[in-house]
T-cell receptor
Framework: DVKVTQSSRYLVKRTGEKVFLECVQD?????MFWYRQDPGLGLRLIYF???????EKGDIPEGYSVSREKKERFSLILESASTNQTSMYLC??????????????FGPGTRLTVT | AQSVTQLGSHVSVSEGALVLLRCNYS??????LFWYVQYPNQGLQLLLK??????LVKGINGFEAEFKKSETSFHLTKPSAHMSDAAEYFC????????????FGTGTSLTVIP
């Protein structure tokens, strides 16, 4: 079974702090994704990465950055946390092959509260 | 651009009754479609997917969905609801040649009444 793990289930940070959310997948997937989930808004893509050191912006990248130094690990960074970044953050991964769409596998999520 | 609309943010059914969760999509080309389930305090788990093969797709836990191109719909059904089906359900759409970009609906919370 594919396993996607996230470093924390719950996190409380103060406004202005730098926050790191870590995600690790164990199935050698090329693609990795970071979403935020808010009530009534569904899942919104922040960033995704299709290879080591490669990244693309999603729909809401402002205030976030990412890092992928190893294939299995994808980090989301909040450079200066703000209260409007209080949310559930979900990491996902998927295979990639030219012309084929694969389902995404999700981690358990990190519920971040910024006070 | 692709988008997904899930009608009804909250649905309640009695245990043993039919479950029907609605999903309509907008896409410029025939899309791939997915249903995911999210149990409390967990990530999303794939229920089923449509990738241009059979239009009636069977998934896990007795769920199925039918792709209807003429109605641009991909509704999720289950003949008999169980208490363990209480969860949040998300419909998602993507393009066959660009599977990196999934577009998710806003979700439907299913309550099962004993």
């Amino acid at each position: 079974d594919v396993k996607v793990t996230q470093s924390s289930r719950y996190l409380v940070k103060r406004t202005g702090e730098k926050v790191f959310l870590e995600c690790v997948q164990d199935m050698d997937h090329e693609n990795m994704f970071w979403y935020r989930q808010d009530p009534g808004l569904g899942l919104r893509l922040i960033y995704f990465s299709y290879d080591v050191k490669m990244k693309e912006k999603g729909d809401i990248p402002e205030g976030y950055s990412v890092s992928r130094e190893k294939k299995e690990r994808f980090s989301l960074i909040l450079e200066s946390a703000s209260t409007n970044q209080t949310s559930m953050y979900l990491c996902a991964s998927s295979l990639w092959r030219q012309g084929i769409t694969y389902e995404q596998y999700f981690g358990p999520g990190t519920r971040l509260t910024v006070t | 651009a692709q988008s997904v609309t899930q009608l009804g943010s909250h649905v309640s059914v009695s245990e043993g009754a039919l479950v029907l969760l609605r999903c309509n999509y907008s896409s410029s080309v025939p899309p791939y479609l997915f249903w995911y389930v999210q149990y409390p305090n967990q990530g999303l788990q794939l229920l089923l997917k449509y990738t241009s093969a059979a239009t009636l797709v069977k998934g896990i836990n007795g769920f199925e969905a039918e792709f209807k191109k003429s109605e641009t719909s991909f509704h999720l059904t289950k003949p008999s609801a169980h208490m363990s089906d209480a969860a949040e359900y998300f419909c998602a759409v993507t393009l066959p040649y660009n599977g990196n970009q999934f577009y998710f609906g806003t979700g439907t919370s299913l309550t099962v009444i004993p």
